[in-house]
């Protein structure tokens, strides 16, 4: 099994930062995709940004240019620096792993952008 902890989180004014980390720990071995999600009220959870099993980095259209996923493999943590925040970023943003032990989710940060 993989577990998944979520931190960063917050309150931010509008055009402000934050940096969401995720710290992955169990069968870490076995994870070879890792992303970001998101999913504010009355809406469906959307992909924000992921890590593929090429390393590749695909962001959603509504964060490109503000946001940034990264990866450090020694710390076994994803990163989303988020940038030049929106009240529409505010959502629950969650952190989730796929590999050979199937699909992880963690619990999820709260994010609100207002003034």
């Known amino acids: 099994q993989v577990q998944l902890v979520e931190s960063g989180g917050g309150l931010v004014q509008p055009g402000g930062s934050l940096r969401l980390s995720c710290a992955a720990s169990?069968?870490?071995?076995?994870?070879?995709?890792m992303a970001w999600f998101r999913q504010a009220p009355t809406k469906q959870r959307e992909l924000v940004a992921e890590?593929?099993?090429?390393?590749?980095?695909n962001y959603a259209d509504s964060v490109k240019g503000r946001f940034t996923i990264s990866r450090d493999n020694a710390k076994n943590t994803v990163y989303l620096q988020m940038n030049s925040l929106k009240p529409e970023d505010t959502a629950v943003y969650y952190c989730?792993?796929?590999?050979?032990?199937?699909?992880?989710w963690g619990q999820g940060t709260q994010v609100t952008v207002s003034s």
């Open positions: 989730h792993t796929e590999g050979s032990l199937g699909d992880h």
């Open positions: 169990g069968s870490i071995f076995s994870i070879h995709y």
């Open positions: 890590i593929t099993s090429h390393g590749r980095l």
